[in-house]
């Protein structure tokens, strides 16, 4: 009778034991996979931030080729202006690297690319007064300093964007750092 009875007591001991141990990695399973999709959302965030930084140099670059080929007329710098002038068309393109923003900053990056065209344009037409006219023209123009100010426009623009995803980035870390740690705590 008793060794029934402990065999009962040791059957029912053991199935709670192997519930618990189902429950524990169920729950870690669950933060874990929860852990894995903000990791994922971490990362886009920080592609992000990279896509608005590669069109800012590139940006940058190609303000920089322009001015070199007003300066020298090196067909080198007018190549080099040429091909940043594509790289920037597509890097500019709304796509998945942006797609977990909310709709606010999908307007602030269409209002950007805004911006960039008309400084893309400023270059263009900084470039065409040289071709048509000398260097002279070009240079008046460039002193009136509309293309500076657009590019501030653009870097004030891209600021904003970036401190954006910068709070994303940030709010991200935080929630995969607790399911992290919320996967700890279930197992300790």
């Known amino acids: 009778m008793k060794k029934a009875a402990g065999n009962k007591i040791l059957k029912a001991v053991t199935i709670l034991a192997f519930l618990c141990i189902a429950y524990l990695i169920y729950a870690t399973s669950i933060s874990m ?3 894995i999709v903000a ?12 896509h608005l930084d590669k069109i800012l140099f590139d940006i940058q670059e190609i303000e920089s080729n322009q001015r070199n080929y007003i300066l020298t007329g090196e067909e080198k710098y007018q190549m080099a202006f040429s091909r940043g002038m594509n790289v920037v068309r597509k890097d500019t393109v709304y796509d998945e690297k942006l797609s977990l923003h909310e709709e606010s900053f999908k307007r602030k990056y269409e209002d ?3 911006l960039i065209a008309k400084k893309i344009t400023s270059i263009n037409f900084a470039i065409a007064l040289k ?5 002279d023209s070009a ?4 002193s009136i300093g509309a293309g500076k100010l657009l590019m501030d426009s653009v870097n004030s623009a891209m600021v904003k ?4 995803t910068r709070d994303k980035l940030s709010e991200a870390n935080v929630y995969r750092n607790n399911f992290i740690r919320e ?3 279930t197992f300790s």
């Open 33 to 35: 996979s929860k852990a």
């Open 39 to 50: 990791n994922n959302n971490l990362k886009k965030f920080l592609d992000a931030q990279f």
């Open 112 to 114: 950007l690319v805004l």
């Open 131 to 135: 071709d048509s006219f000398g260097i």
């Open 139 to 142: 240079t008046e123009y460039i």
């Open 161 to 164: 964007l970036k401190d954006e």
């Open 183 to 185: 996967a700890f705590v």
